[in-house]
């Protein structure tokens, strides 16, 4: 009898796309910097096996942001991260607005 790996059977156990080396090479960004952005919580990661950091391919755009608001606006990143925070609650109360006018433009139909 055969076993297949968890990681081959359930997508919630698959590796995360990226290894801290290979992010911080696409990021363009060394690792001290991506590990400082991940200790400060500005930067989601995952934990893979010996304690290594791993990272989905959307937090790629999270760092272009970082680096947006650090060089074009000078913030630090105590306001980086509230300001984070912020844009991601605008898109949730976007997203919900344009989910009642289709609901709304739905039903009148």
């Known amino acids: 009898m055969t076993t297949t790996a968890p990681s081959a059977r359930y997508a ?4 995360p796309g990226m290894d801290l080396d290979t992010f911080a090479r696409r990021s363009g960004l060394h690792p001290d910097t991506v590990r400082r952005f991940v200790a400060l919580g500005l930067l989601p990661c995952q934990r893979i096996p010996r ?10 755009r999270t760092v272009a942001r970082i ?4 060089i074009g606006l000078g913030l630090n ?4 991260g509230l300001v984070l925070d912020l844009l991601d609650r605008i ?4 997203s ?3 989910q ?3 609901s709304l433009w739905t039903s009148i139909s």
């Open 51 to 60: 304690d290594q950091l791993g990272f989905d391919a959307s937090a790629l």
């Open 67 to 70: 680096q947006r608001l650090r």
């Open 96 to 98: 919900a607005a344009r």
């Open 100 to 102: 009642r006018r289709t």
């Open 12 to 15: 919630l156990a698959r590796r």
């Open 77 to 80: 990143y105590a306001a980086i």
């Open 91 to 94: 898109e949730e109360l976007e």
